[in-house]
């Protein structure tokens, strides 16, 4: 199964973006998506990869202090779909953002996020 993560881009100080993940590449995807937990992970320049939000199968969600009240993780199991809402974004919201298909420990290319300030 592969993981593609999409919808980064340029914004300022204050904007919103929503990420995306997909997963795709087996005739299983679907059975493979929905028994695991989906996490979402950033690494800024010269950072280590950090946690950022998580959604578990029965769609309990967890987010890092930094983002709580800013970011919505979300899922669509019919799509094999994760999304990452990121609104009042903040420079130090800049990075690759990753997701993983946690019970399974794959990960999807990133996409990056860039804020202004």
């Known amino acids: 199964v592969q993981l593609q993560a999409s919808g980064g881009g340029l914004v300022q100080a204050g904007g919103s973006l929503t990420l995306s993940c997909v997963a795709s590449?087996?005739?299983?995807?679907?059975?493979?998506?929905?028994?695991?937990?989906v996490g979402w992970y950033r690494q800024a320049p010269g950072n280590q990869r950090e946690s950022v939000a998580r959604?578990?199968?029965?769609?309990?969600?967890y987010y890092a202090d930094s983002v709580k009240g800013r970011f919505t993780i979300s899922r669509d199991n019919a799509k094999n779909t994760v999304a990452l809402q990121m609104s009042s974004l903040k420079p130090e919201d800049t990075g690759v953002y990753y997701c993983?298909?946690?019970?399974?420990?794959?990960w999807g290319k990133g996409t990056l996020v860039t804020v202004s300030s």
């Open positions: 959604i578990d199968v029965d769609a309990s969600t």
């Open positions: 590449g087996s005739r299983d995807v679907g059975s493979i998506f929905e028994i695991s937990a």
């Open positions: 993983k298909l946690e019970k399974w420990n794959s």
